[in-house]
């Protein structure tokens, strides 16, 4: 385990009560507009420097329900996933501390009440991004042996990246996914259980402007 994460796991159980984290209620999704498909198919591009920018909450709730939202009466999302076991769960690490993304309720639950980002990607730039999704699939809800969950959850976790891809490139903002992740120290500090497995995480922000821009 990091120095880092020790030191905040040992930072006083009184202190992390004062900096609690409160459920965010998300505004209602902007499900209309933006670019047609094919122009939004010909600029999808991956983006690895961010600016400072925080995204809005309409932001962050049209990226979540682009990304794994409820898109049907009968809970059905956005994207597939095998049997609709729905084993995906999008945790939102942000400066001011992670939360899991309940999209029935169109909301976000509290996590973790610190600022997790430099944990989600072991590239420099993840700690600056302004949001870092972080794909977690529950292996219990899937049937076959460990490969073949692992083959299902890396599939499923795919088709939500490419949601996030292409709501990104319609948006005007960057996006990246990732492969290198500190899955252990990410899943202890996401109080993530046994059989819970980070596949992917991605950053979503501004693109930073070049001096020449």
């Given at each position: ?36 498909l ?27 329900w ?18 609709n ?32 980002r430099?944990f ?29 969950r ?17 709501f ?46």
């Amino acid at each position: 385990m990091s120095k880092s994460l020790i030191a905040l796991l040992l930072v006083p159980v009184g202190l992390i009560t004062a900096q609690e984290l409160k459920p965010v209620a998300l505004p209602t999704p902007q499900t209309s507009g933006g670019r047609p498909l094919m122009q939004v198919l010909k600029e999808r591009k991956s983006v690895r420097d961010f600016g400072p920018e925080p995204l809005s909450r309409q932001t962050i709730s049209n990226l979540l329900w682009a990304a794994w939202g409820v898109n049907r009466e009968d809970g059905r999302r956005t994207a597939p996933s095998a049997s609709n076991r729905q084993e995906i769960d999008v945790y939102v690490v942000m400066a001011d501390g992670a939360y899991l993304y309940d999209a029935q309720a169109n909301a976000l639950k509290p996590v973790a009440p610190a600022d997790l980002r430099k944990f989600a990607g072991t590239q420099a730039y993840v700690a600056g991004a302004p949001v870092n999704l972080i794909y977690v699939a529950d292996t219990a809800k899937l049937g076959g042996d460990d490969a073949a969950r692992l083959a299902t959850a890396n599939a499923d976790t795919g088709f939500i990246a490419q949601n996030v891809y292409l709501f990104c490139a319609s948006e005007g903002l960057g996006t990246v996914v990732r492969g290198s992740v500190n899955r252990d120290d990410l899943g202890k500090a996401l109080n993530l259980r046994a059989g819970q497995r980070i596949t992917l995480a991605q950053s979503v922000g501004y693109a930073k402007k070049s001096a020449g821009d």
